[in-house]
């Protein structure tokens, strides 16, 4: 059984540039959630989405958009990089929004902007 | 706002020595806790976590945690630990105000001496 699979591992963009991670959820998991976990940092909360729409909203701004697609997988847009979104994105995902069921963690992209 | 913090950056320790990291969140309502550990080159894994019932809650590779609602507290701790269990230590909850999203500590980088 396949876990939580990320793609790509690393990306480097200059500033201004747009770019896209991508996101399997683990199999029978129908909610994904995103974090950025800056270096020496705690993930912080980006967003999340179940049955395709946004649930929550952590505080980042417009330029951070997603997208969760019918097979339930994820993709994170993050378009004017600035050199402060370098850091480690990472891709959860659960069984529905019960609060108290354990978030599967991918294993990240490392997204540097120059 | 929600939050959760962690007392130690870094811990140091030989093995055999038992190990004790802290975990403080702030809020009034019903919380949901978690232990996630980060292995070198690995994922976040759920060490343990904690929802209703028994305040002490035991995890996977001898870890337990006790949920202490006096205190908003939710220390891990482990008798004896092992080289292997270098790692980073993260505390999260999940509050019920704000659904499902995983607020994280800073995290608490463990190293083990052989």
């Known amino acids: 059984d396949a876990g939580v699979t990320q793609s790509p591992t690393h990306l480097i963009k200059t500033r201004g540039q747009q770019v896209t991670l991508r996101c399997s959820p683990k199999?029978?998991?129908?909610?994904v959630s995103w974090y950025q976990q800056a270096l020496g940092q705690g993930p912080q909360f980006i967003f999340q989405?179940?049955?395709?729409?946004?649930?929550q909203r952590g505080n980042f701004p417009d330029r951070f958009s997603g997208h969760q697609f019918p097979n339930y997988s994820s993709e994170l847009n993050v378009n004017a990089l600035l050199l402060g979104d370098s850091a480690l994105y990472l891709c959860a995902s659960s069984l529905s929004l019960v609060s108290y069921n354990e978030q599967f963690f991918g294993p990240g992209t490392r997204l540097t902007v120059l | 706002a929600q939050s959760v913090s962690q007392h130690n950056h870094h811990v140091i320790l030989s093995e055999a020595a038992s190990l004790e990291l802290g975990c403080n969140y702030s809020?009034?309502?019903?919380?949901?806790l978690f232990w996630y550990v980060q292995y070198p080159g690995q994922h976040l894994q759920l060490l343990l976590k904690?929802?209703?019932?028994?305040?002490l809650v035991k995890g996977i590779k001898g870890f337990e945690a006790e949920f202490i609602k006096s205190k908003f507290s939710f220390n891990l701790r482990k008798p004896s630990v092992q080289w292997s269990d270098t790692a980073e230590y993260f505390c999260?909850?999940?509050?019920?105000?704000?659904?499902?999203?995983?607020?994280f500590g800073g995290g608490t980088r463990v190293l083990v001496k052989p």
């Open positions: 809020y009034g309502g019903t919380v949901n």
């Open positions: 199999s029978g998991h129908d909610t």
């Open positions: 999260a909850g999940t509050f019920k105000a704000a659904g499902n999203k995983l607020t």
């Open positions: 989405y179940y049955e395709e729409e946004e649930r």
């Open positions: 904690y929802f209703s019932g028994d305040p």
